[in-house]
């Protein structure tokens, strides 16, 4: 019988310095399941007069070396909570290699190298767990591995970037601008050290690839993905769409069908009817589809210290109790099949689009005939007049991105009207 779960700790910032917090808050609780406390030996850190008020409230040893953690002998599993894809890989390798478990919240590093990090585990014989790395303090990933096994996933739809959603929240409901929501997401320790890859949709894209390959065994690069970011939202755009009865949202989109899948990452108009509308600042929610349940949602955090370490501290108990059960161990996803991609060309969205005419005479009555035209149903329109100008919002049913484009072009010729801007409608 093991006396300690024992782990290392590599990295202690916002996520790292969740994780001793976590495990005294919940001690007694994860104790009575383990049978075994959970005890930190050492945590790898860059400074340790930086860290040393941290290690002091907690009681943890720092080290500046990285041998010490995963050379112990004594370590069971290692934490790896840096960021980065480069040194956090090397760690993460060496660790597996001297068969220590290795738990994560590194999504860069997972969606990039995950399959070769897997392999190296499975050769191990030991767990690579990484809940935390998408949508934060949701069990997302754990709930589509074993609870959604039984069923068959044809859409999912996931504000999975706290930062961004935060950012649109606080530019909606406080008129905050883009630079001060991006400052204040950053202050929370919501967004990562370089902010770039949240708001350009790199990260909740990093997020999809995991999704999808928790949802149908896909294994998707970020070459198989459109990656669209909120950097282009404007404030009139938000309050344009609000009038509309719809909210800008930055959405992961994975629609399956008989041919394949089709994933995409971008700014869309969710409906004020629609469960993902509700989801405000900081909150993440993945919604998903599928022919036994139907539709479900998973809400909750998607960034912040303790949410985030909550879901790194359930993987430290999941490896614990299969220990403590001597279980053969497996792997976090054990889900693969041959990745087949729609081609995007064919992809059909509603569309939510802004026009201006310079009059301020309604020009409604020739949109609605531009679009019978076209044989492209309107939903929703509304016009209100601005310095002289007539601003349209519209919502559409089903077009392409070509028929999106023929439409901008046409529509400027025809009714000199030009097209501000448009977004894809849930
Ligand atoms: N913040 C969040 O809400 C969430 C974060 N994540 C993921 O968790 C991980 C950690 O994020 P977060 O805690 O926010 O990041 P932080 O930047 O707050 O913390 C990272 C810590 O790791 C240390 N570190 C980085 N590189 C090295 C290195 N080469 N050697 C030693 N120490 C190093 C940093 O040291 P120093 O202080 O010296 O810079 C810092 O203390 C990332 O992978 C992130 O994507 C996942 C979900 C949510
Ligand atoms: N920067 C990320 C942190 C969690 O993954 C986010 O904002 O969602
Ligand atoms: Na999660």
Redesign the pocket.
Known sequence: MREYLTIGI????????GIPLILEENKKKMETILGMPIKIKKV????IE??QNLAQIYGIELT?S?EEIVNDESIDVVV?????TT??KEAIEQALRNKKHVV??????IAQYGEELVLLAKENQVYLYYE??VA?GIPILRTLATSLASDDITGLYGIIN?TTNFMLSQMAEQELSYEKALGKAQKL?????DPTNDVEGI?AAYKMIILTKFALGMSLSLEDISIQGISDVTLEEIKLADKLGYKIKLLGALKRDEVGVDVEVCPIGVSNNHPLSTVEN?MNAIFVESTGIGESMFYGP????K??AT?VVSDLVTIGKNLKNQAKVSQFNELSVEKKLVDKSQVVSKRMLFLQSKSEESQLKSIQLFFEKEGIEIRKVTGQVENSTTIYSIITDEMTDFSIKNCQDKISEELSINVLSHYKVL
């Open positions: 590599l990295g202690l910032g916002t996520v790292g310095a790898f850190v860059r400074n930086a860290k500046t990285l790896e909570v840096m960021g980065g040194f956090a994560t919240a590194n999504k860069d590093l935390a790395a934060g706290g320790g919501f967004a990562e050290s990260d900081e998607g960034a912040g210290a949410p985030t879901s």
